[in-house]
């Protein structure tokens, strides 16, 4: 995975004025502190501060076998995760990878074959959604692709020099939902393409 660059920032828009920027951070990704003014509905200018974390786009997938009704997720240790109560850090999701340069489609045909094995045949994109727009830039764009048992070209698990070691995990559909009711599942991006699974296996024979 290559170390991304900072997006530069853009130029101003009708109600926000860019005033400059402190780099607070760049060990991985980059962490500054934005210093602008917002014009508030009222019509006041108001001057404010927000750190704002870049670490570049990503997309995600979900395979979604919908003959037998079956997901194939991931399981892997997320740091922040462990630090804000995770008993062990230990995330259920669907694959997802920063972009690195690539195509939302390159990327989840990538991280796909990386992380589960599965070589994917026809990604669908579904959307694109800012997963936490409050402090981090990146957008992530969300896909589905069908898939069947013999799509699997390889074990997956992830890319160990980038100290990745992930578990491949398939599961009926239901006990997925199950999982998200449960708390089993807590991660935002897969509750979102589980869902649109769900509505979609409605219209499904």
Not at 167 to 190: C, F, H, N, W, Y
Request: with cysteine.
């Amino acid at each position: 995975m290559k170390r991304p660059e900072a997006a530069p920032l853009p130029g101003d828009a009708a109600d926000v004025r860019l005033l400059g920027a402190d780099l607070l951070s760049d060990s991985w990704y980059t962490l500054r502190q934005i210093h602008f003014e917002l014009r508030r509905r009222d019509g006041q200018w108001q001057r404010l501060s927000r750190e704002a974390y870049d670490r570049g786009n990503g997309a995600v997938l979900l395979l979604w076998d919908p003959l037998r009704r079956t997901v194939v997720l991931t399981r892997q240790f997320r740091l922040p995760a462990f630090l804000n109560g995770s008993p062990d850090g230990q995330l259920i999701e669907a694959c997802a990878g920063l972009l690195d340069g690539d195509g939302p489609e390159a990327c989840v045909r990538r991280e796909a074959e990386e992380e589960t094995g599965y070589r994917i045949r026809a990604p669908r994109k579904l959307f694109e959604a800012y997963m936490s727009p409050g402090s981090v830039t990146e957008k992530l764009h969300f896909f589905i692709a069908e898939y069947a048992p013999g799509d699997r070209v390889r074990a997956g698990g992830g890319v160990v020099e980038e100290g990745e070691d992930i578990e491949v995990i398939e599961m009926p559909l239901a006990e997925a939902l199950a999982a998200i009711a449960s708390g089993r599942i807590q991660d935002g991006k897969t509750i979102m393409l589980l869902q649109h699974a769900a509505l979609a296996s409605v219209n499904t024979p």
